[in-house]
């Protein structure tokens, strides 16, 4: 039967008018026309190459860099190769990303808290703040907090110290630090114990809830193990208390930890700038609670903080996740602009590796899947959350 | 029983003194508990601490005039704005003729201002703004009509900034639906090559599509032939929006009713007619206050080109103040520039969130 009008449609309807046939055949046509383009493009390419006669392939990799980077977290030198001297560019790509999203959540949400504050004032000054620095392009708030900076503040000489230990000046941010010494690295460890105890407590008290009814302040505990945990572990350690001070040595600071201003100025700005567009995420994630939830929570006899951890922020981080993720992303694309004030991020390297070697298109193309690295790792956490999070509906 | 005999009586009691008027307004609004006290004095007095000296170093101690002696005052030097915003405002462009991008621009801001209500929106509009275009290029140009031929290369400032967003946004809306509806397909390749594009640029930095445009672009071109390096940028830009604007309008198909879909088959539509008669119209509707946020983006992202060396608002700001004479003035140049690009963008965000409103039909 089916077969039977299968080949009657065949009959009827001639080739031209076949929906899809025509869609194969529009498909071959798109097919053909990318790789006529493709082609044209490369051949153009290889001839260019050729008679500029411009190494092709990713062997610079391995050649010696021959130029300086000025900050790095990992060694480096001059004589290093052009694959060290990237995966520096890379790690200050991800220690300003880390340390920009780490800082702009937090100032975003207070931001966002103070938009929907019934303290006029607050509300208001929260609105100017959102709308100034929405709408000025973060390049310019870039080189104004560089200027600032490099212009504004005074010589070393001269440093601003507002705090006992920190020092502001145009050769950036100085303050002091604890002398190193080998407990710190036994205080991380023990760090990380408490995190896997907070973890299994958490698992064991939520199973004895469910079995008996009775609850178990695992927030207070966990205050306590994972701020005890490391102090006894200082304690034991001898309670180290020297400290490197930033002092003035001639023309600049010695000990402590500096801060370069291109470093401060890039994080300011990406900060200040992504945490607007965070305060709006977070205002409307708050609001997309309805308040019959607060007040049927309310109803039930849940006190505040349950109302908050159980009622409030499950529904509000639904909404708010994913927006805020892609503002993630964009202040580690935004990062990028590090190549115009001078911060050696992952662009701003392989940027004078283009000019040095010449290999533009690999040079480009190792941005984009460094790039293209963060952002799909990115949305595949989204999904990832997404099926998590979905409401089950009955 | 006072009471009683009060409420018969239809004796209106007013709200004591400190719950209306301005002391009311006040108390309900700076004061209602201990905590927003404590929080409005911390307020007021940062902001008394810190706007008074600025606008003290702004306004009070400042210099305004060209020739003024800018080093000897502790106040802001607008001086470096008046005696430069030839070069900042208009780049290189001729300074015996800036009448011409002057008009150019006065055009297009009334051009903005008529379309911005939507009761004018119709053909006729629609080819006022093509006229426009032509006759600001014209204008621009020159070369015609007796106007002296001003080379591209010099075009810059305002100029470049609000040529690259206006054209990046009109090339690439039509590019973005075309993306969008090629992402919907039901043929599996034209959906791969539109789902390949738009993730790979919407994964990538502007930076990194400019810098193709200004080092790789050139390899791509045969022998002989070569492009300007503002066209290029343009190009990267109009690549770049697209992809975006490619993403709102998905929003806005995948906001349609099958309903429509199947009406239109039903009436008998092939595809064109079925996008062009009854989707798109819809579906556009839906998405022009995000679109505006698109184009928000896409004048602010602008400013990048300043990373390849072209002369743009902010490049020109640099050069004037990479003068010897005006160095160490960055803060009264970057406000100035600052102040231009938040009018335009608060502008833009103001009437989205007004269209907003108006569009929604409650649907």
């Known amino acids: ?394 | 029983m006072e009471l009683t005999k009060k409420n018969k009586g239809k004796v209106i009691v007013k709200p004591p003194i400190s719950s209306i008027g301005i002391p009311g307004w006040i108390r309900e609004n700076l004061f209602s508990s201990p905590f927003n006290t404590v929080l409005t004095i911390i307020i007021v007095s940062i902001l008394w601490f810190s706007i008074l000296p600025f606008l003290n170093w702004a306004l009070i101690d400042s210099s305004w005039l060209p020739d003024a002696n800018c080093r000897e005052s502790d106040g802001a030097c607008w001086s470096i704005i008046s005696s430069n915003y030839k070069i900042i405002l208009f780049g290189f462009y001729p300074q015996d003729i800036l009448w011409r991008p002057i008009t150019a621009i006065f055009l297009l801001v009334s051009l903005l201002f008529i379309s911005r209500n939507r009761n004018y929106w119709n053909a006729f509009l629609g080819y006022s703004w093509i006229i426009s275009l032509v006759i600001m290029g014209i204008l621009l140009k020159g070369g015609i009509l007796g106007l002296e031929a001003v080379d591209i290369e010099r075009w810059g400032g305002i100029i470049l900034t609000l040529l690259l967003s206006v054209f990046g946004l009109t090339a690439a809306y039509p590019l973005g639906v075309i993306l969008a509806l090629g992402r919907q397909s039901k043929m599996p390749v034209i959906k791969t090559f539109c789902v390949f594009y738009i993730e790979l640029i919407r994964g990538v930095p502007l930076i990194s599509l400019l810098f193709m445009s200004s080092v790789v672009f050139p390899l791509f071109l045969p022998e002989g032939v070569s492009i300007n390096a503002i066209l290029r940028a343009q190009i990267a830009i109009i690549m770049f929006t697209a992809a975006y604007v490619a993403e709102v309008v998905r929003g806005g198909l995948q906001g349609m009713n099958k309903g429509q879909f199947e009406a239109a088959d039903s009436l008998g539509l092939n595809y064109f007619q079925t996008m062009r008669l009854i989707i798109l119209p819809q579906a556009l509707k839906i998405v022009i206050p995000p679109s505006v946020s698109v184009l928000i983006s896409a004048f602010k992202d602008t400013s990048l080109v300043v990373i390849i060396g072209l002369y743009d608002l902010l490049k020109t700001t640099q050069t004037t103040l990479s003068e010897p004479k005006w160095m160490g003035f960055s803060a009264e140049a970057y406000i100035f520039i600052a102040i231009i690009y938040f009018v335009c963008c608060f502008f833009m965000s103001n009437y989205s969130r007004k269209l907003e409103k108006e569009l929604d039909t409650g649907l």
């Open chain 1, 1 to 394: 039967m089916n077969t039977a009008i299968n080949n009657k449609t065949s009959e009827t309807i001639s080739f031209w008018y076949d929906p899809d046939k025509r869609s194969i055949l529009y498909q071959i046509g798109a097919a053909c026309l990318f790789a006529f383009v493709a082609w044209y493009l490369i051949s153009n390419t290889m001839a260019n190459l050729e008679r500029q006669s411009i190494a092709t392939g990713f062997g610079f990799l391995n050649k010696e860099a021959a130029f300086e980077i000025g900050e790095s977290l990992i060694e480096y030198s001059a004589a290093d190769r052009y694959a060290r001297a990237l995966s520096v560019g890379f790690l200050n790509t991800l220690l300003v990303s880390f340390i920009g999203i780490f800082l702009t959540v937090i100032l975003g949400t207070f931001l966002g808290v103070a938009r929907l504050s019934k303290n006029w004032l607050i509300n208001k000054c929260a609105a100017g703040y959102i709308e100034l620095f929405q709408d000025i392009p973060i390049l310019l708030q870039l080189f104004f907090w560089y200027a600032f900076f490099y212009e504004m503040l005074p010589s070393p000489r001269a440093a601003l110290n507002p705090i006992n230990g920190l020092f502001l000046c145009n050769r950036g941010l100085i303050f002091g630090i604890p002398q190193a010494h080998p407990v710190y690295k036994y205080m991380a460890i023990a760090v990380l114990i408490a995190v896997i105890i907070i973890f299994l407590l958490k698992k064991w008290a939520q199973k004895r809830q469910d079995l008996t009814g009775k609850a178990f302040p695992v927030f207070f505990t966990s205050i306590i193990l994972i701020i005890g945990l490391p102090f006894v572990c200082w304690l034991f350690g001898g309670a180290p208390m020297d400290m490197s001070v930033p002092v003035l040595k001639g023309f600049n600071f010695k000990g402590g930890l500096t801060i370069s201003p291109e470093f401060a100025a890039l994080l300011l700005g990406l900060v200040l700038y992504t945490a607007a567009f965070v305060a709006e995420v977070v205002r409307a994630g708050i609001q997309a609670v309805s308040k019959g939830q607060t007040e049927a929570a309310m109803a039930i006899g849940l006190k505040p903080g349950q109302l908050l951890n159980l009622i409030i922020l499950p529904q509000a981080l639904r909404v708010i996740i994913p927006p805020l993720t892609s503002q993630m992303l964009n202040l580690t694309k935004n990062s990028s602009l590090a190549v115009a004030i001078g911060y050696p991020d992952f662009v701003s390297v392989a940027g004078t590796a283009i000019n040095q070697t010449g290999q533009a298109i690999e040079g480009v193309m190792l941005i984009m899947i460094v790039y293209l690295i963060f952002s799909l790792s990115t949305s595949a956490f989204m999904n990832w959350y997404n099926k998590k999070m979905v409401i089950v509906e009955r």
